[in-house]
């Protein structure tokens, strides 16, 4: 067995923390961008284009990240393009971020009162000048707090990313184990770096929820 002091095993998952913090940006501006996109799409196109994007958000939303991660990494080999798990992950998880944030944004422009829109069409503004001037500034208040949430359920999704063999935190922490022979003083570390991520954002997120809640009052 090789002798690893536990500072030795804490250097070794914070170089590995280094590339889930990369992927959770990644996938979370990434599906950010995307998301936006697919809102403006779903509120100014026809009836057919708003069924095809809301069956690509069930689509995403309704089916294991496990799964897609399987998917983006082998089907995209089916197609005679070497792929990474690296790349494979970062384009499932963007791809799954988009779907759910998506989501969050429509939900968050339709609790917008009917009022305010037909106030700002009375004024003769287009549509762009709508969102840009009207609709956004007030939406985006809203969807400020579970925007952030959302971006933990994120960090915790790119675990997953181990079953591809991309060496994130938990499969360096799966491979220091092995090594180590200590599976309990590993993986509890693991989980120590994983609540040290995600609960800062966590508590960002509640104070953001609160702090808009006594705007809106």
Not at 13 to 34: D, E
């Given at each position: 067995m090789n002798d690893?002091?536990?500072?030795?095993?804490?250097?070794?998952?914070?170089?590995?923390?280094?590339?889930?913090?990369?992927?959770?940006?990644?996938?979370?501006?990434?599906?950010?961008?995307?998301?936006?996109?697919?809102?403006?799409?779903?509120?100014?196109?026809?009836?057919?284009?708003?069924?095809?994007?809301?069956?690509?958000?069930?689509?995403?939303?309704?089916?294991?990240?496990l799964m897609q991660l399987f998917l983006a990494y082998f089907g995209i080999a089916l197609l005679g393009i070497e792929v990474s798990a690296w790349t494979a992950a970062s384009v499932a998880l963007t791809l799954y971020s988009s779907a759910y944030l998506t989501e969050i944004w429509r939900g968050c422009v339709a609790s917008i009162p009917k009022g305010q829109w037909e106030a700002s069409g009375s004024l003769?503004?287009?549509?762009?000048?709508?969102?840009?001037?009207?609709?956004?500034?007030?939406?985006?208040?809203?969807?400020?707090?579970?925007?952030?949430?959302?971006?933990?359920?994120?960090?915790?999704?790119?675990?997953?990313?181990?079953?591809?063999?991309?060496v994130e935190l938990t499969k360096a922490g799966s491979m220091i184990s092995n090594a180590t022979f200590k599976p309990f003083v590993v993986f509890s570390c693991v989980a120590l770096l994983y609540f040290a991520l995600c609960f800062p954002i966590s508590l960002y997120a509640k104070h953001l929820e609160r702090k808009i809640n006594v705007d809106r009052r």
């Open positions: 690893f002091s536990l500072w030795d095993i804490l250097r070794n998952l914070l170089m590995a923390l280094r590339w889930t913090v990369a992927l959770s940006l990644i996938a979370f501006v990434g599906g950010g961008v995307m998301g936006g996109l697919l809102l403006f799409l779903r509120m100014r196109a026809g009836k057919w284009l708003d069924r095809a994007i809301g069956t690509y958000v069930q689509l995403f939303q309704g089916t294991p990240l003769a503004l287009s549509f762009s000048e709508q969102m840009r001037h009207v609709i956004l500034p007030q939406a985006v208040k809203i969807a400020t707090a579970p925007t952030v949430g959302f971006l933990v359920q994120v960090v915790k999704g790119t675990a997953l990313a181990s079953v591809i063999g991309f």
